[in-house]
Structure formats: C-alpha cells, structure tokens
C-alpha cells in the first residue's frame, strides 16, 4: 500500500488566486513527480525531483512551480490561476527507475 | 522523442466478452508499466514487464511484451463490470532515468 497524499482534493477558486497544491509521501522515495491530466487522457509530466534542492521541468510546459526543501514534501504553485489552469494534477513517487505510486489526485477548477 | 499510441481509445462491451488493448511504439523502452486509474483516483500498477517476449498473467488479465521491446498488449477474459476504468501503458524511456512516457489511455466501460 502506497502512502502518498494530496491537498486538497478538490479545490475551485477564482481566476487570479495564488493557489499552492500539497503532495507528501512517507515512503522515504527519492524521486517525485507531478502530472496534469485531463479527464479520461494521458498524464503528461511537468515537474520532477531526483532529491532535496532538486527539481526540473517536464515535457510539458507548466506555469507553475514546485520546491523539495524536504525529501517527503513536494508541493506546486500557481503564481496566478487561469481557467486554462484547470485540470487533475496528480503526484507521485518512486525508489529509482521503476514503479511510480501515484497520490489520489487535486481537481483544479478555475472559474 | 518517444511516444506511445494506445488502441482503441474507447471500448464498451458486455460482461463475460473478452479485449485487448494495445499500445505501441517506434522506440525501444527498458520496460513497459501498465496502470488502472478508476474516476477521482491516481493510477495503480497492474504490473510491470521488462524482457522482450515476456508474458504476465493477473487472474484473467494477460499482459505480454513485445519481442523488440516497442509495443505491448493487454488481454482481459470475460472482463465484468468490476473492469470498468481507464488503462493506461507507460514506458520507461531509453535513458533510464525514472520518466514514464504514458499512452493516451483506453477508457473500458463493461456493462452487466
């Protein structure tokens, strides 16, 4: 059994909020990941932590950015929310080159 | 760049009828991970084949690798209702650095 989580589940807010999406795992995983999906499609990665003080864009370019102070915390911020900007945001984590555990998800809504 | 194509995008089907579900690709991958994500939830591994020509049963689901390591496929026998959610292939990239390239997902619906 995975332990990683998300905060919030669901969030809606207005257009121009700075929002901050939570992700912590307590499985001492090295590498995390954070994924934009919409609805019934392909994740598509677009940030990512090989460690503390380590982060990289992904393939998909995102306006927001992330942080690893600490091994088990990796959380995403929109500087300034658009309705472009919502989506299912997920995170996940892994040992090395292998299975990722996935968190439950954030479904972001922009009005 | 790597990319994975998965067919069919949508299935609906009855119970107790059988699928497959495909993904394939120009390149090589290390390894080729399939995920079941239900509504409102992350994906979970279903299982994880690595070596060319391998095949990987999970009660009525069957997984194989292709020979040369760019595509894969999923078999489910007398698939139930139970099976409803979205599949989605991912592949390990060449580069062995932990980045999955995901399929575009296979939405399988199964009514009783």
């Known amino acids: 059994e995975a332990d990683i989580y998300q905060t919030p589940r669901y969030l809606v807010i207005g257009t121009g909020k700075k929002i901050t999406l939570e992700c912590s795992q307590t499985?001492?995983?090295?590498?995390m990941y954070w994924y934009q999906q919409d609805p019934g499609m392909e994740l598509h990665l677009i940030h990512y932590s090989y460690g503390v003080n380590s982060t990289e864009k992904g393939d998909l370019s995102s306006e927001s950015t992330v942080s690893r102070i600490r091994t088990e915390h990796f959380p995403l911020t929109l500087e300034s929310a658009r309705p472009s900007h919502t989506s299912q945001y997920l995170c996940?984590?892994?040992?090395?080159?292998?299975?990722?555990?996935f968190g439950p998800g954030t479904r972001l809504t922009v009005l | 760049t790597q990319l994975l194509e998965q067919s069919p995008q949508f299935l609906s089907i009855q119970e107790g009828e059988n699928l497959t579900v495909y993904c394939n690709s120009s390149?090589?991958?290390?390894?080729l991970q399939w995920y079941r994500q239900e509504p409102g939830e992350g994906p979970v591994l279903l299982v994880t084949?690595?070596?060319?020509?391998e095949v990987k049963k999970l009660k009525r689901l069957t997984f194989q690798f292709g020979d040369a390591r760019k595509d894969s496929s999923l078999h489910i026998t007398a698939a139930q209702p139970g099976d409803t959610g979205l599949y989605l292939c991912a592949g390990l990239n060449s580069g062995n650095t932990g980045k999955l390239i995901f399929g575009q997902g296979t939405t399988l619906q199964v009514k009783p």
């Open positions: 996940a984590s892994s040992t090395g080159a292998d299975t990722q555990y």
């Open positions: 084949v690595v070596t060319g020509g």
């Open positions: 499985m001492g995983h090295d590498k």
């Open positions: 390149s090589v991958f290390s390894s």
